[in-house]
Every structure is written in structure tokens, then in C-alpha cells.
């Protein structure tokens, strides 16, 4: 480790152990292009750019490590080179592409179209280095995959926003980019969209993406080239032409969609994957054979979540509308429990972001 990121953690430390003694909150942010996620958080920020830059990269061993300040795009570049890539998909929501960082990709633990047919971000974390309420430094895992005992602490950060303590470094598993790649579309009702989409996830296709819109369902598949010319045969459908700027659209979240009035809120719906047709008024959008379902709404907050619970899922206000109401759905008592009990080990004196997730912790 050079001087320099040496002193910087240092930096982390003391800023960690000042407000510990203080009782003061911390903001932990990236290129904050991800900052509107979430409860709303108040308290100095602490900015983790500075501490920067790719450790080790092994393309033959598919396993990447870097500092929790490095931009998403540079990874992606130099993944990029060696035809590899995070398979996650995982979302920059920046304009420009330099904002996003590994940090802040792991607490969010966002993934994009390919999250369903390859695994999550939780999924491809090897390892990861910590900093705590206490400023110690901790390490979890390691840049291989093995069985581990208790709580593979390194993945519970995947989505923890940031309430855990500071992520300092993160080993991640990459994965070669597929040697083919192309999209079918195919005229179809929501209800027929996600009965196919649910039937061909039974079969051996190799399928890359979903989504269904205002009638039409796209397909990606991706893999060998053989294997995609097969289901292509088998599928039918329409080929459309170049369709890498649709799935980076449902990635970054720039498809027209999005782009709705969000006075009610974007909610974003977490289901069974063969959950029928909801009965919700409003504006949606399916992807991941049927399990991610995003809905423009006027119906109450009230009205959705209920929906969604009794269809076995549940329901994030993910952007837009009144957080005041609960951006996440209320946890049972017995895992709000499991969640206290992480974050007093963690972060005893409560400054790390809080109230991000929960108005209680």
C-alpha cells in the first residue's frame, strides 16, 4: 500500500473515531450518484474517492480486488480488455458513467438485467475489508470461493447501504463476456409475457435478459454461438438489430419508462416470478423472467405493499414519492432483531448512515 492511501485510511480512522466519541453521524458516499436510495440521511459526509485504485487482478483466476473509491467505469475498462466483465450488470445511474463506485456498488447492491440468469452482486463478493464503528479494520473472506461459518460477513454488506461501517476494499469474481450475444422480441399481453417467460426459464436456453413493456417482451440470449443460433431456432420471434443501447437503458434506468412524473413514487416490486398480473392501476415495467416489476402508481403505498405481500413478494419505494412513509418494507419482528443486534456489533455508536434503511437503526 502506498504512503499516500496508507494516510488516507488513516484519515478514515480518526474522522471514524471522532464522531464515534461524538456521538455524530457520518454520511458514507461515493460519487453519491445513488444517494437518493434509500431514507434520507443527514450528517457530514464522508467522501471514499480518494482511496482509489485496482490491487490485483488475476484475469486466469477470474477475481478482481480494489479500493472502495475506485470508479466502476475504470474496472470496467480494464475488465473490458481481457473480454471479461461484472456480470451483475451492476446499474452507475450516472450520466457520464465516472460518478458510480465499487463501494458504493456493494452497499446499494444493485444488479441489472443479467441478475436472474447469473447471480446477484452478493453473489460474485469474495472478500471485503471493513472499517468499524470502533475504526478497526476487519477482513472478511478472501479472492477465492469457500464454505464459511456464521454470517458470510463479506456478502451481508451487499445491499447494507453503508450502515455496517465503511467498505475499504472489496474482491470481486468476474466472468468472461459471452461469445454471442443477440435479442428477440415477440408481441405478447403482460399475463402471456410472463407465462412464457416463466416457461422458458425451465428450459435449457440461454437467456441473458427480460423484460416486457406496453406489449412486447424482449429476449436476450447470450453464450456460445452454437447455443444461440439453437434457441433462436426454437424460440422464434423477431431479431433486433444492435440492442445493447436497450439493455444499457434498463440498466442506468434512461429507458423512456423511467422517465415518468414521480410525484407518486417508482416502486419497484419484488415477486414470485409467476405472479399473474397484479391488480394495480398504473404503469409497469417487467423484467427477470417476471420477478422485478416496476410500477408508476397512484395507488397508496398502503395498497401496494399489502399487494405484494399476498402475492409472496414485497414492495421498495425505490424512487421519488414520500420516503416519510418507508422507503423498505417494515421487517418482522424477529429480523429486525437480527438486524439491531449487526448493527450494535458493528457500529455501537450508530453514526454510519443512519436511518438510511430503517428510521430505527
Not at 41 to 59: F, H, K, M, Q, S
Not at 115 to 128: E, I, M, N, S, T
Not at 265 to 278: C, I, K, Q
Not at 320 to 349: C, M, W, Y
Request: proline share 5%; charged share 20%.
Amino acid at each position: 500500500m502506498t504512503t499516500e492511501m496508507t494516510t488516507q485510511l488513516q484519515d478514515f480512522r480518526e474522522r471514524i473515531l471522532h464522531a464515534a466519541e461524538h456521538g455524530s453521524a457520518l454520511q458514507i458516499r461515493g460519487g453519491g450518484t445513488k444517494s437518493w436510495y434509500g431514507q434520507a440521511v443527514e450528517g457530514e459526509v464522508l467522501d471514499t474517492r480518494a482511496y482509489r485504485g485496482i490491487i490485483a487482478y488475476e484475469p486466469t483466476e477470474l477475481v478482481l480486488t480494489a479500493r472502495c473509491g475506485t470508479p466502476l467505469s475504470e474496472i470496467e475498462s480494464v475488465l473490458a480488455e481481457q473480454n471479461q466483465m461484472l456480470a451483475f450488470e451492476p446499474p452507475h445511474f450516472s450520466q457520464s458513467g465516472q460518478g458510480a463506485t465499487l463501494g458504493g456498488m456493494l452497499s446499494a447492491g444493485l444488479s441489472g438485467p443479467r441478475r436472474p440468469y447469473v447471480g446477484a452482486v452478493r453473489d460474485f463478493v469474495l472478500g471485503a475489508t471493513l472499517m468499524d464503528g470502533k475504526g478497526q479494520v476487519l477482513e472478511f473472506g478472501g479472492q477465492v470461493m469457500k464454505n464459511v461459518a456464521g454470517y458470510d460477513v463479506s456478502r451481508l454488506l451487499a445491499g447494507a447501504m453503508g450502515s455496517l461501517g465503511l467498505v475499504v476494499n472489496v474482491s470481486v469474481k468476474v466472468l468472461p463476456r459471452p461469445f454471442a450475444e443477440t435479442t428477440l422480441v415477440f408481441a405478447l399481453s403482460e399475463a402471456d409475457a410472463i407465462r412464457k417467460m416463466n416457461q422458458w426459464a425451465g428450459q435449457a436456453l440461454p437467456i441473458s435478459g427480460s423484460c416486457w413493456h406496453v406489449g412486447r417482451l424482449m429476449l436476450r440470449l447470450s453464450g456460445a454461438e452454437a447455443a444461440v443460433r439453437a434457441a433462436k431456432h426454437v424460440l422464434g420471434g423477431e431479431e433486433v438489430q444492435d440492442a445493447s443501447t436497450y439493455w444499457h437503458s434498463l440498466r442506468e434506468q434512461t429507458h423512456d419508462f423511467f422517465s415518468q412524473d414521480e410525484e407518486h413514487g417508482l416502486w419497484r416490486l419484488s415477486l414470485p416470478s409467476t405472479t399473474g398480473p397484479l391488480p394495480l392501476t398504473g404503469k409497469s415495467l417487467i423484467e427477470w423472467g417476471g420477478a422485478q416489476r416496476w410500477l408508476f402508481s397512484d395507488e397508496s403505498p398502503t395498497t401496494i405493499r399489502t399487494s405484494a405481500i399476498a402475492a409472496g413478494g414485497h414492495a421498495t419505494l425505490f424512487r421519488g414519492g414520500n420516503k416519510n412513509l418507508g422507503v423498505f418494507t417494515p421487517l418482522s419482528t424477529p429480523l429486525f432483531k437480527i438486524h439491531q443486534r449487526l448493527k450494535e456489533a458493528f457500529d455501537p455508536a450508530g453514526i454510519f448512515n443512519p436511518g438510511r434503511m430503517y428510521k430505527d437503526f
